[in-house]
Structure formats: C-alpha cells, structure tokens
Nanobody
Framework: QVRLVESGGGLVQPGGSLRLSCAVSGSIRTINDMGWFRRAPGAPENERELVATIVSTGLTNYQDSVKGRFTISRDNAQNTVSLQMNHLTPEDTAVYYC??????????????WGQGTQVTVSS
C-alpha cells in the first residue's frame, strides 16, 4: 500500500514563505515524476492545477505564475519531495496535493495522491 503524507501547510501573511514536504512510503520499485498540484477555494475536487513537477533526473516544470517564487526539490533516496514557496500572495491560497507516478515490482505505472494540505495567504 502506498501512502503520500504531506506536511508544512498553514497560514502566512502576503510576502511570506512556507515549505511543503511530502513523504512517499510503501513497497515501491521506482518513482518517476513527483510534484504538487493545488485546488483553489471553491473549485471542484477534480479541478486541480499543476504547480510544479520534478522527474527522477531533476528536470523541473513550473506553472508560470509561480516561476521565480517556488522551488521544487526531491530526495530520491528518501522518496520525498518538497516545495519551497516564497513571496506568497493571496492567489496562492489553495489546498496543495502531493503526487507521484510510481510502480511496484511487476506492476505498471500508476499515479498516487496525498490527502492535501491547506495553504492560506492572508493578512
């Protein structure tokens, strides 16, 4: 069984910083990409937008609105992914979800999600 456990969300003032972390556990063979999506307040559950992703080689991809402010990183040995968020604005307020594309021994690739962590940017 795979578990993705996020931590680090909370309330921060505009211009502030937060660091999100996600630990992936289970009998995993290989993790391909890891990343973060978010769902804005009032948005349906299936409307999650990509924030940032990182593949096993370290190649990253960011949503335009977070480029230069957010930095994604991963530790392949620990199966963790982090998102450093700086210069936060109220528009960054959302539930942030960790995700990983992975496979077990003898299985195909499947995407898994964490439960989500709330980030609120407000004065």
């Amino acid at each position: 069984q795979v578990r993705l456990v996020e931590s680090g969300g909370g309330l921060v003032q505009p211009g502030g910083s937060l660091r999100l972390s996600c630990a992936v556990s289970g009998s995993i063979r290989t993790i391909n990409d890891m990343g973060w999506f978010r769902r804005a307040p009032g948005a349906p559950e299936n409307e999650r937008e990509l924030v940032a992703t990182i593949v096993s080689t370290g190649l990253t991809n960011y949503q335009d609105s977070v480029k230069g402010r957010f930095t994604i990183s991963r530790d392949n040995a620990q199966n963790t992914v982090s998102l450093q968020m700086n210069h936060l604005t109220p528009e960054d307020t959302a539930v942030y979800y960790c995700t990983a594309l992975l496979r077990f021994d003898g299985s195909g690739w499947n995407r898994y999600w964490g439960q989500g962590t709330q980030v609120t940017v407000s004065s």
